[in-house]
């Protein structure tokens, strides 16, 4: 059996949960490791639209401690673990109810559309909410990567939560990709269950509405760091589109003067904002 996940975080967890489930030794995970809510998805699937999301990317992300690097090297390694895939083996999907994983799943399904495979996919999304949430108490988890290596070993082992993908739901799910790979959109979320393209900006006036409350909270404080102000943006959002892109945002927003800075533009874990 071979996991497919988006993510890092979502990767190692499911590792974990299948090392402590004993099934290490026939497993492989393959990790996409990427967000696709944000950056251009024009053309992905050929190298020329890999370098320039790539590209993008480098101008968004911060490669501070070396994780745009390490994103780079885990995604050469994803595209030899697809093509090293053999006919008839059996291939897990781990998506859920985000543009994020639902534009992944549909990317590595026309990633392997030369592949004679048996093809299943668990929406972690459903599941958890069927298999945890109760009318008392509820989680909503935004993508897999929020989910515990326990709660995962009680996905996977509820097997009615695993869908069979038919021979025309794979056919579908490839047009529906070639349709987003057509797009030059930088920013995609969930909404109405599907996923839909916005503006780059979509969010900025929400940034702006946290930092001011970030301020009514604290008076006292002519400058707020940029740090907590991420934290809070991240902690109430309810779309998945990484702390990199709202970091990317706050540095668009100085540009044209709505928030003033002091410290380093470049490492803006070290700055304040007013």
């Known amino acids: 059996m071979i996991h497919i996940v988006f993510g890092a975080a979502a990767a190692g967890s499911l590792k974990q949960a299948l090392r402590e489930m004993k099934q290490d030794q026939v497993n492989e995970i393959i ?4 967000i696709y809510s944000i950056g251009p998805l024009l053309h992905l699937h050929e190298q020329e639209g890999q370098e320039k999301r ?7 992300m ?15 390694r994803m595209f ?4 090293d895939i053999k006919d008839g083996t059996s291939i897990l999907i781990w998506t859920g109810n985000n543009a994020h994983e639902q534009i992944g799943l549909r990317y590595a399904i026309y990633l392997l559309k030369e592949k004679n495979i048996e093809l299943s996919l668990i929406n972690t999304t459903t599941a958890f909410d069927q298999l945890f949430n109760t009318n008392t108490r509820r989680m909503d988890i935004r ?3 929020e989910i515990t290596t326990e709660k995962l070993k009680v996905l996977y082992r509820c097997k009615e939560h695993i869908h069979a ?4 739901e794979r056919e579908n799910l490839q047009n529906e990709w070639l349709s987003f790979a057509k797009e030059n959109h930088t920013l995609r979320i969930w909404q109405k269950g599907q996923t839909i393209s916005v503006p780059e900006d979509e969010f900025d006036a929400y940034l702006v509405k946290m930092a001011k409350r970030l301020h009514q909270s604290d008076p006292k404080e002519e400058y707020i760091k940029t740090p907590r ?4 943006v991240l902690g109430h959002l309810e779309q998945y589109i990484g702390d990199d892109f709202i970091e990317h945002r706050l540095k668009t927003l100085i540009d044209q003067g709505i928030f003033d800075m002091i410290g380093r533009r470049t490492s803006m ?4 904002l007013n």
């Open 80 to 83: 030899q673990q697809i093509k």
């Open 31 to 34: 990790a996409f490791d990427d």
């Open 143 to 145: 993508h897999a990567g």
């Open 269 to 272: 874990r070290y700055t304040q």
């Open 54 to 60: 790539i590209e993008w990317l480098r101008h968004v």
């Open 62 to 76: 911060s490669n501070e401690y070396g994780y745009f690097d390490d994103m780079i090297t885990n995604q050469h």
């Open 229 to 232: 102000l991420i934290g809070e």
């Open 165 to 168: 993908v038919s021979k025309e």
